[in-house]
């Protein structure tokens, strides 16, 4: 269960990521309701995060959450917010793919 919460964690770190951008992409009202989403998606998956490290290594579940993040915010980057593709980026994304389902694998 507490993988499952930890991605949900996840998922919310690429919310607040995502939000922090469109803070930046926008101005007046729109900037503070974009700023108020970047919060509560940060408390969200911080709190989540904490719930999640009750029964997993911290390591290791910061090194998923992490990852979690980063490739979902890389790709919401490409297609939210026109970040440039190339082959590279795609190679080393999938990398840390790789790195986050082997953390997975050998814990406990």
């Known amino acids: ?11 919310f770190e690429v919310g607040f990521a995502s939000c922090l951008g469109k803070v930046k992409e926008t101005s007046g009202n729109e900037m ?4 108020v989403g970047f919060l509560m998606c940060l408390t ?3 709190l989540l995060l ?7 290594p911290i390591g290791t579940a910061y090194a998923v959450w992490t990852g979690i993040g980063a490739v979902g915010t890389v790709l919401m980057g490409i297609l939210v917010f026109k970040d440039p593709v190339s082959f590279w980026r ?4 999938c990398t840390l ?4 389902i082997g953390l997975k694998a ?3």
Request: glycine fraction near 6%; avoid cysteine; proline fraction near 0%.
């Open 1 to 11: 269960m507490n993988w499952i919460i930890l991605i949900i964690a996840g998922l």
């Open 32 to 35: 503070y309701f974009w700023f």
């Open 44 to 46: 969200v998956s911080m």
């Open 50 to 56: 904490i719930k999640a490290t009750e029964t997993l």
């Open 90 to 93: 795609i190679f080393f994304i």
């Open 97 to 100: 793919i790789g790195s986050v």
């Open 106 to 108: 050998v814990s406990r």
